[in-house]
């Protein structure tokens, strides 16, 4: 598969999930504007069918903002 083709079938992906979750991508969205800072803790809770929870959070420190930036450098 060529990198178009690629792009092609991940912005279909994309397309489905954003139909399927709206308000997921406004979150992100709402995220990036108030921008992430050294401090903030992301909270994460995956609850499955039978209604077991597993839950942790991450403190963002001064070195996961610089790996981000890292990475947003490397796409277009």
Request: hydrophobic share 40%; aromatic share 12%.
């Given at each position: 598969m060529n990198n178009i083709e690629a792009i092609m079938k991940l912005k279909?992906?994309?397309d489905t999930f954003r139909g399927n979750h709206p308000k997921f991508p406004?979150?992100?969205?709402a995220v990036k504007k108030a921008g992430i800072k050294e401090g903030t803790i992301i909270d994460i809770c995956i609850?499955?069918?039978?209604g077991t929870k597993m839950e942790t959070?991450?403190?963002?420190?001064?070195?996961d903002l610089e790996l981000y930036e890292s990475l947003k450098s490397m796409t277009p």
């Open positions: 279909k992906a994309w406004m979150f992100l969205s609850t499955d069918p039978s959070n991450i403190k963002v420190t001064e070195s």
